[in-house]
């Protein structure tokens, strides 16, 4: 059954440095992998899709990378803002589910310090 | 586009109590998703549905129901609701190719803003 862990449970940086967020996953027969962010009592906004075939995704200060074999995942923010604090969730679609059944991580709940 | 709503946004149940939770999508998708969110344990799937009159169980369904009688809308139900059903819900849908296509592989999943919903 795939496990899907995000360490750390929670991060503080000061604004301007670089976050760092990680997610892996115990099997690597994965379709795609999404990140998203949740602000606390919203729902989920999508940030960034890399499909198995892809190694990384860009989208304006967000970067994430898929390393397969190793079964990881990693979002960088760069130059971080108090407007970045939130709770990071990572998810993947298993190979073979026709349905998209997403399998979450428990999240990494960041807050920027000014 | 409003994208995907749910309805009501908070709900307080006794126990025992039945309720129903709406979500609607104006994105013409086909597929469509209902997710229960617990501190630490992330967004678990209870039910999903990927086409109007088709629904399947999730890795949680035991104590919810769910219909999707048109394209737009899919409903969950708690027949009897119950502590343990204390919990966020979340909606979600993703899209397939346009009619006259093959069906293609779910894609980006687009979510609702939640339902709050305590039992006592």
């Known amino acids: 059954k795939q496990e899907v862990t995000q360490i750390p449970a929670a991060l503080s940086v000061p604004e301007g440095e670089n976050l760092v967020l990680n997610c892996s996953f115990t099997?690597?027969?994965?379709?795609?992998l999404q990140w998203f962010r949740q602000d606390p009592g919203k729902g989920l906004t999508s940030l960034l899709l890399?499909?198995?075939?892809?190694r990384e995704q860009t989208s304006g200060r967000l970067n994430a990378s898929l390393d397969k074999s190793s079964g990881r995942s990693t979002l960088y923010i760069a130059a971080s803002q108090p407007g970045d604090s939130a709770t990071y969730l990572c998810a993947v679609t298993q190979r073979g589910d026709s349905w998209g059944k997403l399998q979450f991580g428990a999240g990494t709940q960041v807050v920027v310090t000014p | 586009n409003a994208g995907v709503t749910q309805t009501p946004k908070f709900r307080v149940l006794k126990t025992g109590q039945s309720m129903t939770l709406l979500c609607a999508q104006d994105m013409n998708h086909e597929y469509m998703y209902w997710y229960r969110q617990d501190p630490g344990m992330g967004l678990r799937l209870i039910h999903y549905?990927?086409?109007?009159?088709?629904?399947a169980k999730g890795e949680v369904p035991d104590g919810y129901n769910v219909s999707r009688l048109k394209k737009q809308n899919f409903l969950l139900g708690l027949e009897s609701a119950a502590p343990s059903q204390t919990s966020v819900y979340f909606c979600?849908?993703?899209?397939?190719?346009?009619?006259?296509?093959?069906?293609?592989?779910?894609?980006?999943?687009?979510f609702g803003p939640g339902t709050r919903l305590t039992v006592t």
């Open positions: 979600a849908s993703s899209y397939a190719l346009m009619p006259g296509y093959k069906l293609a592989y779910p894609y980006e999943q687009y």
């Open positions: 549905s990927v086409g109007e009159g088709t629904t």
């Open positions: 099997d690597s027969a994965i379709y795609n």
């Open positions: 890399i499909q198995s075939s892809q």
